[in-house]
């Protein structure tokens, strides 16, 4: 399983972005997708992951301003962050849970100005 994130940059405090992570194989069957990133000298942190049923989950400093969602026909997982903060600065990874392995993505970075 191999993963593509994309769409990361540049934006002001208060602004959007919509991040995208495809995938080369369906993600029907996929158990669980998942967007984490990873902020200069911080550990990586989970942040959102939407299930095989769509069921979703977030991390409480992006709950209500983050939405995780997947395309199964374009086999692509996508990340709308909204109402950005200086403090979503990072670089975000998509993953993959599939059979009980993770497969990761190369990341794409998000920069917030304030």
């Known amino acids: 399983v191999q993963l593509q994130a994309c769409g990361g940059g540049l934006v002001r405090a208060g602004g959007s972005l919509r991040l995208s992570c495809a995938v080369s194989?369906?993600?029907?069957?996929?158990?669980?997708m998942r967007w984490y990133r990873q902020a200069p000298g911080n550990q990586r942190e989970w942040v959102a992951e939407?299930?095989?049923?769509?069921?979703?989950m977030y991390a409480n400093s992006v709950k209500g301003r983050f939405t995780i969602s997947r395309d199964n026909a374009k086999n692509t997982v996508y990340l709308q962050m909204n109402t950005l903060k200086p403090e979503d600065t990072a670089i975000y990874y998509c993953?993959?849970?599939?059979?009980?392995?993770?497969?990761w993505g190369q990341g794409t970075l998000v920069t917030v100005s304030s």
């Open positions: 194989r369906s993600i029907a069957g996929i158990n669980a």
């Open positions: 993953n993959a849970l599939y059979h009980l392995n993770n497969y």
């Open positions: 939407i299930f095989s049923n769509d069921v979703t």
